[in-house]
């Protein structure tokens, strides 16, 4: 079982900042891609970042040039570091990873962090 850990979420006012740490119990190496998705009260679950397998990152519209997807690949962890923080981004946030092999992609989730962003 491959089994994720969300951390760092809480409360902080807008214009703040927050990271996040996602805790893998095994070598994040071997994912094709990684990435933390975010559900806000009403709304459908919504990638926020992903790192490909080949080592790219891509991120939302709604959080680019505010948020960083980073690794630790020798601590199997990754990281959301989110800066000026707005109350829109007010959500669940949840890691993930995925393997795959020829015939299956196999997706890995973490229960989710609580990030509220006050006015």
């Known amino acids: 079982q491959v089994q994720l850990v969300e951390s760092g979420g809480g409360l902080v006012q807008a214009g703040g900042s927050l990271r996040l740490s996602c805790a893998v119990s095994?070598?994040?190496?071997?994912?094709?891609?990684m990435g933390w998705y975010r559900q806000a009260p009403g709304k459908e679950r919504e990638l926020v970042a992903a790192?490909?397998?080949?080592?790219?990152?891509n991120y939302a519209d709604s959080v680019k040039g505010r948020f960083t997807f980073s690794r630790d690949n020798a601590n199997n962890t990754m990281y959301l570091q989110m800066n000026s923080l707005k109350p829109e981004d007010t959500a669940v946030y949840y890691c993930?990873?995925?393997?795959?092999?020829?015939?299956?992609?196999?997706?890995?989730w973490g229960q989710g962090t609580q990030v509220t962003v006050s006015s």
């Open positions: 993930n990873a995925a393997r795959k092999d020829e015939w299956h992609v196999y997706n890995y």
């Open positions: 095994r070598s994040i190496s071997g994912f094709y891609a």
């Open positions: 790192i490909t397998g080949g080592g790219g990152t």
